[in-house]
């Protein structure tokens, strides 16, 4: 039996505290709170993609089809309200916390890193918000028909575990360059 | 073009023909939208806190709102689009990404971005907003079996 609603209503409340918290964060500058939101907020959002992307994802795609729609009815609304919120989180702290520590600035030596970032965030945000979190959705709608279409749900299911592992690549890369401006 | 009428009823085989009925291409017209989006804000991004250059990213962000457009205007050439879900979950979906534009173009607003450039973020940000729940709209609506 699939969930009333395609999101988790209940979870909405407690986002919207988040989020209220880092507009705050970022109109008092609190450097504290900047790091709390970009690092646990991009920690959470890499380690996420990471495990989808690696083992949740091929362990998804292993599975009989009626299971597969079990786990899913359950896992893929969760992950609607999850990410966007925590990408927002580690963005918009990010952006306040590089300029904070003049990361941004041409002349500093991790200018370059974080255009790479950058980058792989545009890649990411490209590939996550065009297909996966589509394909995301349109599961979740088919799934709570009275009769669902297999077929669909197993195209997109695949589509969903193929640009998981994409989106989990670019994490390693992100690691990589956030290890490397942390430290230099 | 039409909806297939290769459709198997409740209780019958899964409808194939939805898989591969004809389509207009607003997905990849429209992540290319975002695409063109993404690369101005983050060639914007690069020059913060300084004031940048405005000729590239105008560039990006007027083919983002064109190719927004040209994907809405094939999806209207779909007649049995209007029976699927599209203008529900295009609303919900543009009300979740409007929050997110709004937190950025915030963002933004506090680094004191002012001006044109604060034109420009604002015009990226409001295609961007309207990129993603036509990506998600769309995508539903091309799964959808109207026959149903």
Do not use: C
């Amino acid at each position: 039996m699939p969930p009333r609603t395609i999101i988790p209503v209940r979870a909405l409340p407690v986002i919207g505290v988040i989020l209220i918290a880092l507009v705050v964060v970022i109109a008092t500058n609190s450097q504290w709170g900047l790091m709390l939101f970009h690092v646990a907020g991009g920690g959470l959002w890499t380690g996420i993609d990471l495990f989808v992307g690696f083992v949740v994802g091929p362990i998804l795609g292993r599975l009989s089809l009626p299971a597969r729609a079990e786990f899913s009815a359950r896992f893929m609304p969760m992950m609607a309200v999850i990410m966007p919120t925590l990408v927002v989180m580690t963005l918009a702290s990010g952006l306040q916390v590089a300029l904070n520590l003049g990361n941004l600035d041409v002349g500093s030596i991790n200018h370059r890193w974080l255009m790479a970032s950058f980058i792989v965030v545009g890649i990411m945000a490209v590939v996550a918000l065009g297909i996966l979190e589509p394909a995301n959705i349109t599961v979740l709608i088919e799934m709570r028909k009275p009769v669902p279409n297999g077929a669909v749900i197993g195209v997109l299911m695949k589509r969903f575990v193929v640009t998981a592992g994409v989106t989990g690549v670019m994490q390693v890369a992100t690691l990589l360059i956030m290890t490397r401006v942390a430290t230099q | 073009m039409s909806a297939p009428a290769a459709h198997a009823g409740p209780g019958g085989p899964p409808n194939l023909a939805i898989l591969t009925r004809p389509f207009p291409p607003t997905v990849p017209i429209v992540m290319a939208s975002l695409a063109s989006v993404l690369i101005g804000g983050i060639w914007l991004a690069s020059f913060v806190p300084r004031k940048p250059p405005l000729g590239v990213p105008t560039v990006l962000g007027a083919l983002g709102v064109v190719l927004l457009v040209v994907g809405l205007l094939l999806l209207t050439r779909v007649p049995w689009v209007s029976k699927t879900p599209f203008p529900v979950v295009w609303r919900w979906a543009f009300l979740a990404y409007l929050v997110i534009a709004a937190l950025i173009w915030f963002a933004f607003f506090h680094n004191h971005t002012r001006g044109a450039t604060l034109a420009l973020v604002t015009v990226m940000l409001a295609v961007f907003a309207l990129d993603v729940p036509t990506l998600i709209a769309a995508t539903v609506a091309r799964y959808t079996d109207t026959d149903a």
